[in-house]
């Protein structure tokens, strides 16, 4: 299978915009070549000077964090938009389909709806893992991506490892495993699986356990001809110069967000536990996220009694699968402290 026959003709076909910062790389001393502002900018940083186009100095910092090359790695404004640039690439609007898996991430569908790509859906079994039978019988000619998120959002479980990678053996098209949460997770990234599936995409994000969802910066890691393809389909400069700044910034921390992941899994268990003795909570499902999907009796309604309270989660009881459901996100112990003596005190109310 060669990825670059899956593109769309267009983009095949497309000559990609060429930036000042493409066109001359090397030293020079003036630089009258982009017709930006050479005195300067009116703040501290010289951010007078459009950004590097391939962000080179981050990725390199990242490479040695995530150990996959630079080659292999693409940067974006968020995963969401790795996530809308893979379906504008792969997908002939009005002909070829996604195939995502519900209850899931809602970006994908968004994304696809957005670009006139069809949808098609195979929920989840009821235990959160994938029906790999009604996978395959969904699978077309025109099928290019399968989204599959793991750990899922809002489940919050991992996908069992084997499931996946035979998907990933056997589908003809691009498998986009979104990985919002791994650091959070017990199962190991897929990102050791690069070398062996071309068709393999690995999403990974700054918003969640790196603590940066103002920055917008997210990560998709890929065989070559995919990272080429987005590279050329991507603006021109889609990561601004601040945020390639702090994010180059906070990798020397990343001491410090281990610590936070740490206490954030210790936090969730405790949570989980704490919650399991709440008379109104009928089931807490086992979570390698930040977050906990917790059924309530009424969830709608304690859900707007937190929110009176300033207090709020998301209310996912309207959700295939997730049937009077909230998704907690585990904050730190004084939040989550506050949050179990709300739900007994307004709990007891109702009884
Ligand atoms: C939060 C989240 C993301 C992150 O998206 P960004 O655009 O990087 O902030 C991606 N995928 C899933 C499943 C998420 O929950």
Redesign the pocket.
């Known amino acids: 299978m060669d990825i670059r026959d899956l593109q769309r003709d267009n983009i095949k076909n497309l000559s990609p915009y060429s930036t000042a910062r493409d066109e001359f790389k090397g030293e020079a001393s003036i630089f009258l070549d982009a017709n930006e502002n050479s005195f300067g900018s009116p703040l501290p940083a010289n951010y007078n000077r459009y950004p590097d186009p391939l962000q080179l100095d981050l990725k390199d910092a990242i490479s040695k964090i995530k150990g996959v090359p630079i080659e292999n790695t693409f940067l ?8 809308d640039l893979l379906i504008r690439a792969f997908c002939n609007p009005g002909k070829d389909n996604i195939i995502i898996l519900p209850p ?2 809602g ?1 994908y569908e968004v994304s696809a709806n957005i670009n006139d790509v069809e949808v098609k859906k195979v929920n989840l079994l009821p235990n959160y893992q994938l029906d790999l039978e009604r996978i395959s019988e969904t699978i077309n000619s025109n099928t290019k991506i399968i989204f599959i ?1 793991s750990p ?3 489940t919050g479980n991992s996908l069992i490892r084997s499931d996946i990678e035979t998907i990933l053996a056997n589908f003809k098209g691009l498998v986009v495993i ?1 990985e ?2 791994i650091n959070f997770a017990r199962q190991k990234s897929f990102i050791q699986e690069l070398t062996e599936y071309a068709n393999l995409v690995v ?6 356990a790196w603590g940066l ?1 103002a920055i ?3 990560m998709a890691f890929s065989s070559t001809p995919v990272i080429d393809i987005l590279n050329k389909v991507k603006p021109p400069y889609n990561i601004n110069q601040p945020t390639q700044d702090l994010a180059l910034a906070a990798l020397e921390n990343i001491q410090q967000v281990n610590e936070w992941i740490r206490i954030t899994v210790i936090e969730r268990e405790r949570l989980s536990n704490a919650l399991a003795r709440i008379e109104v909570v009928k089931k807490i499902y086992p979570s390698d ?1 930040n977050f906990i999907l917790v059924e309530i009796e009424d969830a709608q309604n304690l859900y707007y009694k937190l929110l009176e309270q300033g207090i709020v989660v998301r209310d996912r009881s309207k959700v295939t699968l997730c049937e009077n459901c909230l998704r907690i996100t585990v904050g730190t112990t004084e939040e989550n402290n506050e949050l179990l003596k709300a739900i007994s005190i307004l709990t007891e109310q109702t009884v």
Do not use: V, W
């Not at 974006?76 to 996530?83: F, P, Q, R, T």
């Not at 999403?203 to 969640?208: E, G, I, R, V, Y």
């Open positions: 974006g404004n968020g995963s969401d938009e790795a996530i899931t991430y970006m998120c899922n959002n809002p979104d919002a949460y999403l990974q994000t700054f918003s969640k969802a917008r910066l997210g996220a």
